[in-house]
């Protein structure tokens, strides 16, 4: 029987339809092709190829822009806003807003070897990483003009990545996007069982109780399938303490985040052979402001089945898997990849 379900947090309704599961289209995808094209930019040796870098994490003594990597920020050469100021000026009427979409487009390649993979790096190099992760974010919300900064990571040919060298994104804008808008009145608005906790600790607290949902509790994180999960095998990862952004995160919680996401990403890799994902980041440039403030989080999104036609026209998700389904699939995968860092399968 399909179920339509509220999202707790956010209010939203998504349908859970378990009988549309077998479709025949469901995407999952081979590993990416291990040898490295000729022409890949984000190889090293292929600085050149590249803008010139922004920042990165380099062996002592090597030099920017040449070889002696291991991350490496970069910005796109096909940027999503435009790198001020050189857009021309817009006139806008009362009727037809227009305005300027300039900000910060960043690739942060997280490897120079071609056909590695995020979730399969060695732990530490997950460590290094997500704190060169941070220190973007910190870079590009600290820039004039920006009001929020949008990490995330495009995997498989149906995420929307067009690039297979595993590289992670960050987009910094001065308008809020709708979601983190959405999110922010979420934090705004609505009840909360005590005073000083907000939407999304009363959620996670919850959802800790019920249990069924949960994926894994440690390092000072919870991973869950959202009640609601719009799309299959979803999964949120909410830091135990309350902070308004990733850049807020302390070394202790950056190094939990680096484990376990990539546990995370491995425990989806086994349920689903390898599925197309997206990951990101959504968290608030203004300083904490209470439990009424934003509590930054990563987001999960398997792209294992595309919108369809009624999806699209109503703006209500139908998913395919009962998020308890998912969360114990996932939960017993958790168990299997645990120490699997470091071994690209
Ligand atoms: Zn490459
Ligand atoms: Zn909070």
Redesign the pocket.
């Given at each position: 029987m399909s179920e339509f379900r509220r999202d707790p947090f956010l209010g939203r309704w998504t349908i859970v339809a378990e009988g549309r599961s077998a479709r025949p289209n469901e995407y999952t995808g081979p590993p990416p092709p291990a040898g490295a094209p000729a022409d890949c930019p984000f190889c090293e040796g292929h600085e050149s190829r590249t803008p010139p870098e922004v920042a990165a994490v380099r062996r002592s003594g090597s030099a920017p822009n040449g070889p002696g990597w291991t991350a490496r920020a970069i910005p796109n050469r096909f940027p999503t806003v435009t790198p001020a100021p050189t857009a021309p000026a817009v006139v806008s009427t009362p009727t037809l807003e227009r305005e300027p979409a300039l900000g910060i487009h960043e690739v942060i390649v997280e490897d120079p070897r071609h056909g590695t993979d995020l979730p399969y790096l060695p732990a530490d190099q997950h460590r290094t990483l997500f704190r060169f992760f941070r220190e973007r974010m910190r870079a590009a919300i600290a820039t004039a003009g920006v009001t929020n900064a949008l990490l995330f990571e495009n995997r498989g040919p149906e995420s929307g990545g067009t690039l297979p060298h595993p590289h992670a994104q960050l987009v910094a804008t001065h308008r809020i996007p709708s979601r983190l808008e959405e999110e922010r009145r979420a934090f705004r608005t609505g009840p909360t069982d005590s005073p000083g906790?907000?939407r999304?600790?009363n959620v996670v607290g919850s959802e800790i109780r019920a249990g069924e949902r949960v994926v894994a509790h440690e390092g000072g994180f919870t991973a869950f399938a959202p009640f609601a999960s719009e799309f299959p095998y979803e999964v949120w990862i909410v830091p135990d303490r309350?902070a308004a952004s990733f850049a807020d995160a302390t070394d202790v919680e950056v190094d939990g985040l680096a484990t376990l996401l990539p546990q995370v990403l491995r425990a989806l890799d086994r349920v689903r052979s390898h599925p197309s994902y997206n990951w990101f980041v959504h968290g608030d440039r203004a300083p904490a402001e209470g439990?009424r403030g934003f509590?930054w989080h990563v987001e999960v999104v398997p792209r294992i089945v595309r919108p369809d036609g009624y999806e699209l026209g109503s703006g209500v998700s139908v998913n395919p898997v009962r998020p308890e389904i998912a969360a114990a699939e996932l939960r017993t995968a958790m168990a299997a990849v645990a120490t699997s860092a470091g071994q690209q399968p």
């Open positions: 906790t907000c999304l600790e309350h439990a509590h």
